[in-house]
């Protein structure tokens, strides 16, 4: 019996170590048009990576053994003509073969539980530089909030809606982006895969997640906790910007809403047809919070939290009524005349 699960096991290892040569090779080539844990592009992403291939290792070898020996036991002892019908040999139980399938799989379970924990913690406990960019991301059903403290990189307080734009980091100068998850309603999870492994926000219970993108670019991930019937367009969109890029963006995004006299028309209809109530644009009367922040509205590529391009027509056919292009999301038609809708579209579209 002995010599057989030691062949076993040498060939389990063998497969061990040439997978493990194969899967070394898969690298990060920069942001992916979709979500992909494939192409990891920050710290956490990449040894989520590793970690995953070490486990379908280790479980590939355990399927080939079984499989193999599964096979070999059905050909060896296949029916064959001229057998005479008499029962096999019956054992009754082997301590040595028992001992075998208890310890075995106890050994594996016990290395695959540390290798997690250890890169789980190595994950969870990462000190902070003092470089690292600190950002409030809220989940709300169905867009993404980011409140931006007043510190270090930025020069005042802000909040961004449904793009999260985050400096680039480099091995040598390492600017990570740590992001506190709160939620406003239910749960939600953060998720993009090229960046780190998923995150909840769960209602009056705090969660941080970290990235630090090596390559910028633009990489998306999706809210990954059922949150109701938008749950699926409840897009993520991660820009990871050069320190240029970045400076740019934080001088834009700092200042109060542009104030163009030509559009008053649509600005009164804001003040007066309740959008006022849930969406703020900063230095005006507007301070709802329930919807996202429209200051910088035309400073983003989207819509509806990544679902619909940045684009006059869609802007107008989202105010006349969102049900149209997100059914179910949280903001209602507000019956605007045809004149209104213009007006207010000019409006939202000053800002920049
Ligand atoms: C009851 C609250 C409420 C009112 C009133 C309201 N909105 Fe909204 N609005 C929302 C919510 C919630 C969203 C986010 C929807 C989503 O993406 O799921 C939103 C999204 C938007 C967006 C898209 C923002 C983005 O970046 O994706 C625009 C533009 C907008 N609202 C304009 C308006 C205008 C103009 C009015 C008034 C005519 C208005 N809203 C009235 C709640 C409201
Ligand atoms: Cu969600």
Sequence with gaps: ??????????????????????????????????????????????????????ILEI?????????????????RYRARTGDDESEPAQVYGSNQVELAWTVIPILIVVVLFLTTARVIFAIQDAPMPTAALEVTAVGHQFWWEYRYPKQGLVGQDFVAVNELHVPLSSTDHPTPTYIKLLSADVDHSFWVPQLAGKTDLIPNHPND???????????????????????????????????????????????????????????????TQACMNCHAVQGTAATGRFGPDLTHLMSRDTLASG?????????????????????GCLMPAMQLSEDQLDQVTNYLETLK
């Design 1 to 54: 019996m002995l010599p057989k699960w030691l062949r076993v096991e040498r060939i389990a290892r063998l497969a061990v170590f040439s997978a493990l040569a194969l899967s070394g090779h898969a690298m990060a080539e920069g942001p992916q048009a979709t979500p992909s844990i494939f192409a990891p592009a920050s710290t956490p992403a990449t040894q989520i990576y590793h970690l995953s291939f070490f």
């Design 59 to 75: 479980t590939a070898a355990i399927f080939v053994a079984v499989a193999g020996l599964l096979t070999y036991v059905i050909i």
């Design 209 to 271: 997640t970290w990235i630090d993108p090596l390559q910028s670019g633009l990489y998306v991930g999706q809210c990954a906790q059922f949150c109701g019937v938008q749950h699926a367009n409840m897009l993520l969109r991660v820009y990871v910007d050069t320190p240029e890029q970045f400076a740019a963006w934080l001088a834009n995004q700092a200042k109060p809403g542009i104030q163009d006299p030509s559009v008053v028309a649509g600005r009164h209809v804001f003040e």
């Design 307 to 327: 679902m619909i391009p940045n684009t006059r027509d869609n802007l107008r056919q989202w105010i006349k009524d969102p049900n149209t292009i997100k059914p």
